[in-house]
């Protein structure tokens, strides 16, 4: 806190004894402050919390989980807030443990290249303080600049490059957990990759904070490639851009990414921060980038050129130098921000499908658009096959929340249909626990909710979230949440 | 009725009575009841991606979501959607911000923040006016000193004297300094040496040097021209020795930048009435200080609301342009003697985020022969200055300084920048962590390096 003091007024006893623990300036209790907790990036939901409190190393984590389990009163671990599904959005009043303040890298070791760090350490500057001595930090999910490798590890996120290089789950060696009963554990021994006995590690890594709070993240790091080529394809038809994503895959080259978006996303990205100059009246394009040992480029990007070609291609380019190189991912990766350029909302899902069902699918997210009148805009890694479909809505318009949500349940249906998945790396949180139903018998989501318990048993840790609950009433929990806001 | 409702209707109550009762013809906005309302527009742009937490500075040192752009903008449309009012929690994160515009510069969506925080300040200070000791402070400094010529130039003569009668080494000596806070000590420590205001001192029309390649306004600014005269007489002698005649309208003020992030939009409003009209005979106005230049192309947004003003407002803005911009752009005269010299650029929030200028005056630096440029880390980063932030805020203030000391490479002689305000922080930075680099303004080494030309010239 800084600037001018305010008095602490508060009659809530469970405020006075987590304060007592982190001290009198490190909880946020008042209306006013705690609004701004209400969502994550998946602003559909808004909850309140009771407080947030934030925690500076492991046995204060410790003795806040401890100290709300004796209080019975649900928690939720918090990183930077940048989530696309909710996971850190209360339902209602449920204390928010932010972890931002625990952002430091505490071990490097380059030699055996690792990095241990605190889990509000930024995912970019662990690239950024390691880039000088040649490494850089894999999973690289759009939001880097400012989401937690905490977070990261919660939702097991991907980015644009984890066609080639893996997802999060895949560069974690080592975690420190305060589990919901306060203990501390540490899972993996750091540098050991795959240790006999269960695949904890796994487990932890994706549990959307409903495991565990995980308080100490050892990572790879990657030395970084010798070389690296970026393409962009133009094209005039978006099934010869989807034919052109399973041919580059097909001619058995793996690229680093593998990206496209469609004409409603170009018209968004061109009317942002970082317009690229992209023709307005192309389809669609592909972003292309291949890297690693400087010999074998050149032949590579030959062969995705001739691919392009092969498939109508209207206008094919390799970067001429890094800037132009960095526009055209700065362009990509401010993609989602840049739709509120042309639009108050967006619903962004996170459908996954086998490449070569690319253009059937994209067909009917068009058709859903057009049965519910609402703009979809395409930015996708559709090298994995892991859609982005952005409804775009305006939440102040009556009924067209409602609209877009069912819009994006639909797009989900389709993907599921096809024999993919619901998430591909954004996770399930508040937004797709219903839609859980699409993949999962409830045989196969008891045993998963068994799991849960075995962890977390009372399940005060971030209740109501990754899996159906028809038994939990949302409006049950904000109605306590009413009380708790008159005090 | 919680305590927030009831805090919100007797201000009401009292703000209907001082005015008069409400103006039937004003509209609100959810729990926005005052005149020139947010614009909803602006938060319709955010969908809330939260690119913008890392490069805010008070979100960098807090961590707290309601200390972040995002967070600011969410609470400032929940005041509008009645969800919250306007009150002293809500009023703190939404004067806690530097406005340094580094959200602006890492959105996507190009919200504009700045302009967001400035409407709200505006509103709650309509709804919550300041009283007591800080009423009395704010009235004095920004309505009382800053718009007033005459005044100012007296506060600029007081300082002379403090300084030239020796007073100044009698109090640095006798420790009376030691009454004031520590950021005010630490600021006395480094006033410049304060020389004569140039506006009323030069002719209202300083003419090029040979061939005249056209006739340019340019803003003198209130603290630049106290403060900083030389770096004044600096830029009307670069910009005479690139062939333009300089013109100083005497009419012209304050520019009410420091009132509009303080929220007082009125006086604003007239402060920018007044340059409209002093420069009107101009197709340009120059200005050197980041902060003021920044105020100048957006009267435009504080005209927003009204018709009458707003083609004028934007007319004025358009020709409103930094004057390392404008000599760059312009092919300046490439200085011949050599400046040896390594140097560091800081670029002031309100040169980088507010006008996007970046490139030009490292540019004008790295011409000069013998400049040897050194890259400065994390170079747009807030200094803490912030306008009047460092007064009111010294604690996160002197944070940020003490970061951007950090930052400053050990090898290099000399800081350069483009605003009075982020001069006399670093200064105070400098000076408190017993560092012995110089501060300048860019246009400053340009004048030396023109001036050696000249004297070789001459011998």
């Known amino acids: 806190m800084f600037g001018r003091k305010r008095k602490i007024k508060t009659s809530d006893p469970l405020v006075r004894k987590l304060m007592d623990i982190v001290g009198e300036s490190e909880v946020l209790f008042e209306k006013e402050d705690l609004v701004a907790y209400e969502c994550d990036g998946y602003t559909m939901y808004k909850g309140m919390p009771r407080a947030v409190v934030f925690v500076h190393d492991t046995q204060e984590v410790s003795d806040v989980v401890k100290c709300l389990n004796e209080a019975e009163v649900p928690y939720i671990a918090r990183g930077a807030g940048t989530g696309l599904s909710g996971g850190a959005t209360p339902l209602g009043g449920e204390v928010i443990i932010s972890l931002v303040r625990m952002k430091r890298m505490l071990h490097l070791d380059l030699e055996n290249r690792k990095a241990v760090v605190e889990p509000g350490y930024i995912n970019l500057k662990l690239t950024q303080s390691i880039s000088d001595k040649g490494y850089y930090y894999a999973p690289d999910p759009s939001s880097q600049y400012a989401c937690t490798i905490g977070g990261n590890v919660a939702e097991n996120s991907g980015g644009a490059h984890c066609l080639k290089y893996g997802v999060t789950t895949n560069h974690i060696l080592g975690l420190e957990v305060v589990l919901p009963s306060g203990e501390i554990v540490d899972i993996g021994v750091e540098g050991v990759p795959d240790l006999p006995g269960y695949d904890l590690l796994g487990l932890l890594t994706g549990s959307e904070g409903t495991l565990g709070i995980v308080t100490k993240v050892t990572v790879k790091v990657l030395k970084n490639p010798e070389g690296k080529k970026t393409v962009l394809a133009y094209y005039d038809d978006i099934d010869d851009a989807s034919q052109a994503v399973s041919d580059i895959i097909a001619a058995g080259i793996i690229p680093a990414a593998l990206e496209m978006m469609d004409q409603v996303a170009i018209e968004g990205v061109e009317s942002a921060a970082y317009p690229v100059g992209h023709p307005r009246d192309i389809a669609a394009f592909l972003l292309i980038e291949v890297d690693g040992i400087e010999a074998g480029i050149d032949d590579q990007i030959e062969e995705i050129l001739t691919v392009c070609k092969q498939n109508n291609v209207r206008e094919v380019k390799v970067a001429k130098d890094e800037a132009e190189r960095a526009l055209w991912w700065a362009n990509r990766k401010m993609g989602f921000g840049a739709m509120g350029a042309i639009s108050p909302d967006y619903l962004v899902q996170d459908g996954v499908i086998p490449r070569t069902r690319l253009p059937e699918v994209l067909a009917e997210i068009r058709e859903i658009s057009r049965k519910y009148n609402l703009r979809i805009a395409n930015i996708f890694h559709a090298g994995d096959g892991n859609l982005h479909p952005l409804i775009l809505y305006d939440a102040s318009v009556p009924g067209e929340s409602e609209r877009a949500s069912k819009a994006g349940s639909e797009c989900l249906k389709v993907c599921a249909d096809v024999g993919g998945s619901i998430t591909g790396e954004h996770g399930v949180g508040i937004e797709k626990s219903a839609e859980m139903r699409f993949i999962f018998t409830d045989e196969e989501l008891e045993a998963q909710t068994n799991i849960r318990e075995v962890f977390n048993p009372q399940d005060l840790l971030n209740p109501g979230k990754l899996f159906p609950q028809p038994g939990r009433c949302v409006e049950v929990k904000r109605a306590n949440q009413d009380e708790v806001q008159l005090v | 009725m919680n305590v927030g409702e009831k805090e919100r209707e007797t201000v009401n109550l009292v703000s209907m009575l001082e005015n008069k009762g409400p103006a039937c013809e004003t509209k609100t906005l959810g729990n926005y009841l005052w005149d020139d309302l947010p614009d909803p527009d602006k938060w319709a742009d955010c969908v809330h991606c939260g690119m913008c937490l890392e490069a805010c500075p008070t979100y960098q040192e807090t961590g707290e979501e309601q200390h972040s752009p995002r967070g600011r903008v969410y609470l400032i449309k929940a005041v509008a959607e009645g969800k919250i009012d306007i009150n002293e929690a809500f009023a703190k994160p939404v004067f ?104 009323g001192r030069y002719p209202e029309e300083v003419p090029a040097e040979g061939e005249s390649k056209g006739k340019v306004g340019m803003l003198t600014g209130c603290v630049m021209d106290v403060m900083f005269s030389d770096v004044n007489e600096a830029t009307i002698r670069v910009l005479n020795h690139n062939g333009y005649d300089v013109g100083l309208p005497k009419q012209q003020g304050c520019c009410g930048a420091l009132h509009i992030h303080a929220g007082d939009r009125e006086t604003g409003k007239e402060l920018a009435k007044k340059n409209i009209e002093a420069f009107k005979d101009y197709d340009k106005v120059l200005v050197n200080a980041a902060g003021c230049g920044c105020a100048l192309q957006e009267y435009d947004e504080l005209f927003r609301n009204d018709p009458e003003m707003l083609p004028l407002a934007e007319e004025f803005s358009a020709k409103v342009e930094d004057v390392s911009k404008f000599l760059y752009d312009n092919d300046f005269k490439r200085p011949e003697s050599e400046i040896n010299t390594k140097i560091t650029y800081h670029d002031a929030c309100h040169l980088a985020h507010g006008q996007g200028v970046r490139f030009e005056p490292r540019q004008l630096l790295k011409e000069i022969p013998g400049v040897e440029m050194v890259d400065l880390p994390d170079a747009d980063r807030c200094c803490g200055s912030a306008g009047i932030y460092n007064l009111t805020h010294p604690e996160m203030a002197g944070k940020l300084l003490d970061r951007k000391i950090d930052d400053i490479p050990e090898n290099v002689e000399m800081i350069s920048m483009g605003n009075p305000g982020c001069m006399l922080q670093i200064a105070m930075g400098v000076e408190k962590h017993g560092r012995s680099e110089k501060v300048v303004h860019t246009v400053q080494l340009l004048d030396w390096a023109y001036e050696k030309d000249k004297q070789q010239v001459k011998s």
């Not at chain 2, 300040?121 to 007591?132: D, E, K, S, V, Y």
């Not at chain 2, 010529?149 to 004297?161: A, H, V």
């Open chain 2, 96 to 199: 806690d911000c530097l406005d340094c515009r580094a959200c602006e510069t890492a959105c996507p969506a190009d919200v504009q923040v700045g302009g967001l925080i400035e409407e709200a300040r505006g509103q709650i200070r309509q709804a919550m006016p300041l009283t007591g000791v800080k009423g009395v402070v704010s009235k004095t400094v920004l309505n009382g000193i800053f718009p007033n010529k005459k005044r100012l130039d007296r506060l600029g003569g007081f300082m002379r004297f403090y300084q030239k009668s020796g007073l100044q080494k009698v109090a640095r000596k006798t420790g009376v300094l030691n009454v004031m806070p520590s950021h005010m000590k630490e600021m006395e420590a480094i006033l410049p040496e304060v020389g004569k205001p140039v506006l």
